[in-house]
Each structure stands twice: as C-alpha cells, then as structure tokens.
T-cell receptor, first 112, second 108 residues
Framework: DVKVTQSSRYLVKRTGEKVFLECVQD?????MFWYRQDPGLGLRLIYF???????EKGDIPEGYSVSREKKERFSLILESASTNQTSMYLC???????????FGQGTRLTVV | RKEVEQDPGPFNVPEGATVAFNCTYS??????FFWYRQDCRKEPKLLMS???SGNEDGRFTAQLNRASQYISLLIRDSKLSDSATYLC?????????FGKGTKLSVKP
C-alpha cells in the first residue's frame, strides 16, 4: 500500500526557531511537493522537487527552504519561524507522468 | 497566477439531490486532471481521475471539456457521507495545481 509519512502530526514552535518538517515516501516517486493549506486560501504550493537534489519554487517560497538528498525524503525548513507560518502543511508525491498524487497526513504547525 | 479556478461554494443540498462542481483552467499544455476529496482535518484523497471521454464511478461522474477548458464532477443521489471539500487538481509535467476547493454539505 502506498505510503507518504510526515514526521509530526502536530507541532508547536516559538518565533525565531528553525523548524524541520520531514516527509518520506515509499513508492520510489520522482516528484515530491510541499503545500500549506489555510482557510479560504486552499492548497498553496511552497516548493517541489522533481528529482534528488532538484528543487523548484512554488507560489509562496518566501521564508522556506527545502532539501532532497535522497529520493524518498523531502524536507521543508522554516529558517526562522514566524506566527504567519502557522498553518497545515501537506506533503505529496507522485511519479512524473500524469499520475495521481498521494498525500501525507499533514502537520499542523503552530508558531507562538 | 490563477491557473485553476473552482466554484467556491459552499453547496448545501438535501439528501438525494444531484450536485455538480466545475473547475476551469488556463494553459493548454499537456496535462491530466483529478478530483480529490478532503474531509475536515484530514489529507486530500483521490476520488477519481478525469478522462477526456468522461468516466463514471457509481454515483460520481467526471468530465473533461478541453475545448472550453473545464472539468466537472457530478454527484447523484447525494448521501450524508458525501459531505466534504472537493478539490480539482491539474497535473502537468512535474507540477500540480489545485483549485481552492468546494465545500459540500449534505443535509438530512
């Protein structure tokens, strides 16, 4: 069975902290994505990666960075967390050719 | 960049009703389309892929109109358990663009 796993379901961090959100998939997918979801704004793409060590900015990359050192793992980094980064973060993966995407269970991050 | 526009909703319908959602898209590059369902505080899950010829899965019918650049989802005989947010997804080489989602509430 397909599996995308995010490291934490709920996370509370302080303003200014460096935050790592981890995502691991077991399907040998090339493409991986990080989204944030906020009420009324839908899913917004932060970054995506179409292969190891490759990354592309999405619609809202400011304040975030990513790392893809291994095919199965895609990390989202908040260099200095701010309260406006409080959100639900969703990781997804898929193989590259017009196939469905699979999601992790989401991480609800609160920055205080 | 509004590449995928979706009916905002919410749609409040009685059980047994037929309801339809649409998404319009720009950019006619080669791409694929999907409908996802998202329950409250859960991750989106695939409901069905959308094929050019149209496809049906039980009470759900998905259609793609490339000439007019929209996709649709029709739900017949709505059930209480259909209450959720429905998201359209446009996939192209390497990228995925979601609509904002349409909230459906089915009432007894």
């Amino acid at each position: 069975d397909v599996k995308v796993t995010q490291s934490s379901r709920y996370l509370v961090k302080r303003t200014g902290e460096k935050v790592f959100l981890e995502c691991v998939q077991d399907m040998d997918h090339e493409n991986m994505f990080w989204y944030r979801q906020d009420p009324g704004l839908g899913l917004r793409l932060i970054y995506f990666s179409y292969d190891v060590k490759m990354k592309e900015k999405g619609d809202i990359p400011e304040g975030y960075s990513v790392s893809r050192e291994k095919k199965e793992r895609f990390s989202l980094i908040l260099e200095s967390a701010s309260t406006n980064q409080t959100s639900m973060y969703l990781c997804a993966s898929r193989s590259p050719v017009n196939t469905e995407a699979f999601f992790g269970q989401g991480t609800r991050l609160t920055v205080v | 960049r509004k590449e995928v526009e979706q009916d905002p909703g919410p749609f409040n319908v009685p059980e047994g009703a037929t309801v339809a959602f649409n998404c319009t898209y720009s950019n006619s590059a080669s791409q694929s389309f999907f409908w996802y369902r998202q329950d409250c505080r859960k991750e989106p899950k695939l409901l069905m892929s959308v094929y050019s010829s149209g496809n049906e899965d039980g009470r759900f019918t998905a259609q793609l109109n490339r000439a007019s650049q929209y996709i649709s989802l029709l739900i017949r005989d709505s059930k209480l358990s259909d209450s959720a947010t429905y998201l359209c997804l446009r996939g192209s080489q390497g990228n995925l663009i979601f609509g904002k989602g349409t909230k459906l509430s089915v009432k007894p």
